[in-house]
């Protein structure tokens, strides 16, 4: 669980999970701030978890977000998900609604009974093209992985001991996609499984950015926890503000946020919406 220990810090941004077109949405969105003046992978500490790991991952590592718009909207970055298929990505979306409703304690069997459709060796090569540093960088960065015997979120930083590669490669393992990674004795998965749980790493900046594009999902639990995350946050003296896709960002996604093809219109539609709430988020990050 969280460390109550963090120092304060002035801003936080937590970059949650939503699989391809989630990591899309959330590339653009970041685009669109900094095209208006207000970038957000400035922020004294990011969070990551799932695919969006990976994209803070990059972030850290000096990727300028003019960059990484491109390499989503364009679709010109090599991926693992282009073996995937349309009848592919419906059974990992199935799985992934089966396992957030699903009891924590029964994780790791379901994780290990789902036949992957990538080995271990081929997921790391797929991660290790896409991280462009090997070693943890100088600004603070959290990797958010879940724990599979009891679900819970499991933090890793360069204080860790874990490498900066296994971290990501941790955080990203999609069930369904690739079977949980083993580090230090235990089986870590997707840091989405946990997803509403990782806004509270977040405890101890005065401002707080979560940027969710699971939030509009028909997930009642998931919009329910994080709900009750953001309200421990705010008890604490955290300001947050919440970002979630707007409604051509929803539509973008096609109800399947593992469809490799919403890539393009998600990340077009993460643009316009980072574009349009440029000014209120500066006002927040100012006041």
Not at 239 to 249: K, L
Request: a negative charge; proline letters at 5%; charged letters at 15%.
């Amino acid at each position: 669980m969280p460390d109550s220990t963090n120092d304060v810090i002035e801003l936080t941004v937590v970059l949650d999970a939503g699989g391809v077109a989630g990591m899309a949405w959330t590339a653009g969105l970041l685009c669109g701030l900094k095209f208006q003046g207000c970038d957000l992978s400035t922020a004294d500490t990011l969070i990551g978890s799932s695919l969006s790991a990976l994209l803070a991952a990059q972030i850290r590592s000096g990727v300028a977000l003019d960059y990484l718009f491109p390499m989503q909207a364009l679709s010109t970055t090599p991926h693992s998900w282009h073996s995937v298929t349309s009848e592919n990505s419906t059974r990992i979306s199935e799985l992934w609604t089966r396992l957030i409703h699903g009891n924590p304690s029964d994780l790791l069997d379901v994780l290990l009974a789902a036949r992957p459709l990538l080995t271990e060796e081929h997921w790391r090569t797929v991660i290790a093209e896409h991280v462009f540093m090997r070693d943890w960088p100088a600004r603070e960065l959290k990797i958010i992985a879940t724990d599979c015997i009891n679900g819970e979120p499991v933090a890793i930083d360069q204080r860790s001991g874990v490498s900066f590669l296994d971290a990501v490669i941790a955080s990203c393992a999609t069930p369904g996609l690739v079977y949980p990674t083993s580090i230090e004795g235990r089986y870590l998965a997707d840091g989405g499984l946990c997803s509403p749980k990782n806004i509270a790493f977040a405890k101890g900046a005065s401002k707080v950015v979560v940027i969710s594009p699971m939030g509009t999902a028909a997930w009642a639990k998931v919009n329910e926890q994080s709900s009750m995350q953001i309200d421990q946050l705010r008890r604490t003296g955290s300001q947050v503000i919440f970002v979630t896709p707007d409604y051509p960002s929803r539509v973008a996604f096609e109800d399947n946020p593992f469809l490799l093809q919403t890539r393009v219109h998600a990340a077009e539609a993460g643009l316009l919406q980072g574009s349009q709430l440029a000014r209120n988020m500066h006002a927040f990050c100012s006041r």
